[in-house]
């Protein structure tokens, strides 16, 4: 008896050393509250290069999506950087980018510092050219998900010479960059673009038309309303991209469907170095109710007047995001849309088709006010939507297979769907 009480207390602790290894989920965020959008001003950086007495060294933040506030020289070698936000209050993503030089090779030390209560997000990412970036952390770096183990500040090591080395928290993805990804798209044969709106500093807000424009099947795809978002970027292009692809099934799912894509929402607060906020200084994902800033505005109004015959649906909505580790917020599916279920088997053809891979899966809506883009279209159209969040940290490869792989399954599913008059 004894014997069998010491093995079941041995059992009983290697099960609990088993669990405290296994490498924690993500959990997500919690319910999402509704908040005020109107208006807050919102602080422009100052922009220029920073150079100290020694002449030696110099830091400069004159270019689109740069963030750099303030710099203090240490010593000869070391610079503590200050980044602040935007506006407050604001979410956690303290975005940096800025570049680095110096008149000779030489090594020095860069401290990232944020205000009082923010912890540090981004791993350093670097570039020669500003297009080809390789991060300072290995691949199988450790990925921080709760609060108290994440750094307050972070310090790292650049050898730099007379060439200026780019300095980012991601990729760099300006409104020029996805511009030129949207202007090559849409050079495509069966897809348009049109402007659709302007945002708070004038930009424009652009919509990519792909596939059949007689087809009352309809899918809307936007992406960035958060600025620092790069890896949600990445993956909503090469997704956009498989659904042009030659593949039959591509073919065949553009005669029968029209595609919505708004590559970027907010441009004002990706070119002004934002951690979360359009110029507005509001968090787009929070304004599909009130509709107070232009940028939401300007998609609110397409789709009211594209869907107003009363004959055309939109099936599906794509809300690409960045987060700690890749996750997919849903309705909760006790609550019917046009397609019932649909989410669950999409998400379920991803765990079958990628070995290895299970989706992390979150209902993040089932009730009350619809503060946030898929929220807003399954309330408003019935559409079946999701929010597709992908890690800071995940693999450019990864990201790529899992969205084309992603694109695939929709298609099919949705080609499939008994509900869906495929004319």
Same mark, same amino acid.
């Given at each position: 008896?004894?014997?069998?009480?010491?093995?079941?207390?041995?059992?009983?602790?290697?099960?609990?050393?088993?669990?405290?290894?296994?490498?924690?989920?993500?959990?997500?965020?919690?319910?999402?509250?509704?908040?005020?959008?109107?208006?807050?001003?919102?602080?422009?950086?100052?922009?220029?290069?920073?150079?100290?007495?020694?002449?030696?060294?110099?830091?400069?933040?004159?270019?689109?999506?740069?963030?750099?506030?303030?710099?203090?020289?240490?010593?000869?070698?070391?610079?503590?950087?200050?980044?602040?936000?935007?506006?407050?209050?604001?979410?956690?993503?303290?975005?940096?980018?800025?570049?680095?030089?110096?008149?000779?090779?030489?090594?020095?030390?860069?401290?990232?510092?944020?205000?009082?209560?923010?912890?540090?997000?981004?791993?350093?990412?670097?570039?020669?050219?500003?297009?080809?970036?390789?991060?300072?952390?290995?691949?199988?770096?450790?990925?921080?998900?709760?609060?108290?183990?994440?750094?307050?500040?972070?310090?790292?090591?650049?050898?730099?010479?007379?060439?200026?080395?780019?300095?980012?928290?991601?990729?760099?993805?300006?409104?020029?960059?996805?511009?030129?990804?949207?202007?090559?798209?849409?050079?495509?044969?069966?897809?348009?673009?049109?402007?659709?709106?302007?945002?708070?500093?004038?930009?424009?807000?652009?919509?990519?038309?792909?596939?059949?424009?007689?087809?009352?099947?309809?899918?809307?795809?936007?992406?960035?309303?958060?600025?620092?978002?790069?890896?949600?970027?990445?993956?909503?292009?090469?997704?956009?991209?498989?659904?042009?692809?030659?593949?039959?099934?591509?073919?065949?799912?553009?005669?029968?469907?029209?595609?919505?894509?708004?590559?970027?929402?907010?441009?004002?607060?990706?070119?002004?170095?934002?951690?979360?906020?359009?110029?507005?200084?509001?968090?787009?994902?929070?304004?599909?109710?009130?509709?107070?800033?232009?940028?939401?505005?300007?998609?609110?109004?397409?789709?009211?007047?594209?869907?107003?015959?009363?004959?055309?649906?939109?099936?599906?909505?794509?809300?690409?995001?960045?987060?700690?580790?890749?996750?997919? $917020?849903?309705?909760?599916?006790?609550?019917?849309?046009?397609?019932?279920?649909?989410?669950?088997?999409?998400?379920?053809?991803?765990?079958?088709?990628?070995?290895?891979?299970?989706?992390?899966?979150?209902?993040?809506?089932?009730?009350?006010?619809?503060?946030?883009?898929?929220? $807003?279209?399954?309330?408003?159209?019935?559409?079946?939507?999701?929010?597709?969040?992908?890690?800071?940290?995940?693999?450019?490869?990864?990201?790529?297979?899992?969205?084309?792989?992603?694109?695939?399954?929709?298609?099919?599913?949705?080609?499939?769907?008994?509900?869906?008059?495929?004319?």
């Amino acid at each position: 008896m004894q014997k069998k009480i010491v093995a079941f207390s041995l059992g009983l602790f290697i099960a609990a050393v088993a669990a405290a290894q296994a490498p924690k989920q993500f959990q997500g965020q919690g319910p999402i509250q509704a908040i005020s959008t109107e208006s807050r001003p919102v602080q422009k950086q100052w922009k220029g290069t920073f150079s100290f007495p020694t002449g030696e060294v110099y830091f400069d933040n004159n270019f689109d999506g740069a963030r750099l506030n303030g710099l203090l020289q240490v010593n000869d070698s070391t610079y503590t950087a200050l980044i602040t936000a935007e506006n407050t209050p604001v979410n956690e993503s303290p975005w940096y980018a800025f570049k680095v030089w110096a008149k000779s090779a030489r090594h020095i030390t860069i401290k990232l510092t944020y205000p009082q209560g923010v912890k540090h997000r981004y791993a350093p990412k670097i570039s020669h050219n500003g297009t080809t970036w390789a991060s300072l952390e290995p691949a199988d770096a450790k990925k921080e998900f709760e609060l108290d183990t994440i750094p307050v500040e972070y310090t790292f090591h650049l050898e730099i010479g007379p060439k200026a080395t780019w300095v980012a928290a991601q990729e760099l993805s300006t409104s020029a960059v996805i511009k030129q990804w949207s202007d090559g798209i849409a050079k495509k044969p069966g897809v348009t673009a049109t402007t659709i709106g302007h945002s708070t500093w004038g930009k424009p807000i652009t919509l990519l038309k792909i596939g059949n424009p007689a087809s009352r099947n309809r899918i809307l795809v936007i992406g960035r309303q958060h600025p620092p978002e790069v890896t949600g970027t990445l993956a909503q292009e090469a997704f956009i991209e498989e659904i042009l692809g030659n593949k039959e099934l591509a073919s065949t799912f553009r005669e029968k469907f029209l595609v919505y894509v708004v590559p970027l929402m907010n441009p004002d607060g990706v070119d002004g170095g934002f951690w979360r906020h359009n110029a507005g200084g509001i968090d787009l994902n929070r304004d599909w109710a009130a509709f107070h800033q232009p940028e939401t505005r300007a998609v609110h109004d397409f789709l009211q007047k594209e869907l107003s015959d009363g004959n055309s649906k939109l099936w599906f909505g794509l809300d690409f995001h960045s987060t700690h580790d890749d996750i997919f $917020y849903i309705v909760d599916p006790k609550l019917t849309g046009l397609l019932p279920g649909f989410n669950q088997e999409w998400l379920g053809q991803l765990k079958e088709r990628i070995p290895g891979y299970t989706p992390n899966i979150k209902p993040l809506y089932s009730e009350g006010p619809t503060s946030t883009s898929f929220s $807003y279209l399954f309330k408003t159209y019935g559409t079946e939507a999701s929010v597709y969040e992908i890690g800071d940290k995940t693999s450019r490869e990864f990201i790529l297979q899992k969205s084309q792989v992603a694109a695939d399954a929709m298609m099919e599913l949705l080609l499939k769907s008994s509900s869906i008059k495929n004319k």
